[in-house]
C-alpha cells in the first residue's frame, strides 16, 4: 500500500513537470498563498504632477514632488472586498521612496490607512491587507522630503492566505 501511495506521488511530481500551465479555474500559489488576481499595471492613473508609464518593467512611476502627495492610483475592483484576501506589491524605487497604501476611495478620518514604505534599492515585496469598504483602491504616494521618488512597479497581486515574509 505504501509502495503504491509513493509511486503515485512520485506520477504527480513528474506530470506537475511536464512544464504545462495550471487550470484557469485553478488560483495560481505562491508558497501558502493563492493568487486570486494579477491587476494590470497599465491601469495606474497618474495624480496631481505625478508620471505613469506602462512599460515591459511594469508601471514606471514618477511622484509628484510634494512630500506625502498622492501619485499613483490602482482601482482593486469588486474582486478586492473578499474575505481573508492581501494585496502584494512587488516594486524596486529607484530615487526617493514610495509610500504604497491599500484603502477606499471614501476613506476618513475613522478609517484605517494600510500602508508600508520602499526605500530606493533592491526589488521589494509589500504585502497589505485590502480594505473591503467602499471602493478598494492601491495608492503609491511620494515617500521623500527631497523632491519627486521614481520607480517601477512590478506586479500587483490579490492573494488569499498566507503571504510571504
Known sequence: M???VIAAAIGLLALSACGQPASEDAPAT???????LTYDLAAFVANGAASVQASPNGAQITTDPRPGAFSAILDL??????EGLML???????????????????????DQD??????AGEVTNVDLPVDRV????LIIA??????????????????RGAVSP
Open 30 to 36: 505562491t508558497g501558502q498563498a493563492s493568487v486570486v
Open 88 to 110: 502584494r506589491v512587488r516594486a524596486q524605487v529607484e530615487r526617493g521612496g514610495f509610500n504604497v497604501h491599500s484603502f477606499h476611495r471614501d476613506f476618513g478620518p475613522q
Open 2 to 4: 505504501r509502495a503504491r
Open 77 to 82: 475592483g469588486e474582486a478586492a472586498k473578499g
Open 114 to 119: 494600510h500602508a508600508q514604505f520602499i526605500a
Open 134 to 137: 467602499g471602493a478598494p483602491i
Open 142 to 159: 511620494n515617500g521623500s522630503e527631497e523632491g519627486a521618488s521614481s520607480g517601477a512597479v512590478l506586479s500587483v497581486e490579490l492573494v
